[in-house]
């Protein structure tokens, strides 16, 4: 299995260990250091392995990371709706 591959699935199993501990930060600190990880090697593994596995990545990454993804879609929202 190519090493791109392998971190991805690190990142994985490091998100879904991150996400089984309490915390009183509710997981903002592995959220950032979960997202600087990952955007470099999500383009890594789609310039390895081209645009429908680096897709696929980025749909499990938003899967796992579904919480900073709602909030930047609000955000926009709120972008948008305000220039308008």
């Known amino acids: 299995m190519p090493l791109t591959l392998i971190l991805a699935c690190l990142w994985f199993i490091a998100a879904n260990l991150g996400a089984l ?3 009183r930060h509710n997981h903002r ?3 950032w250091a979960l997202i600087v ?7 890594f593994a789609t310039s390895q392995h ?3 596995v ?3 990545l980025l749909a499990g990454g938003v899967s796992v990371l579904r919480w900073p993804v709602m909030h930047l879609g609000r955000w926009l929202k709120r972008r ?5």
């Open 21 to 23: 501990f309490p915390s």
């Open 29 to 31: 600190p592995l959220a």
């Open 37 to 43: 990880c990952g955007i470099p090697l999500l383009g």
């Open 50 to 52: 081209g645009p429908w």
């Open 54 to 56: 680096g897709l696929l």
């Open 80 to 84: 948008v709706s305000s220039t308008q």
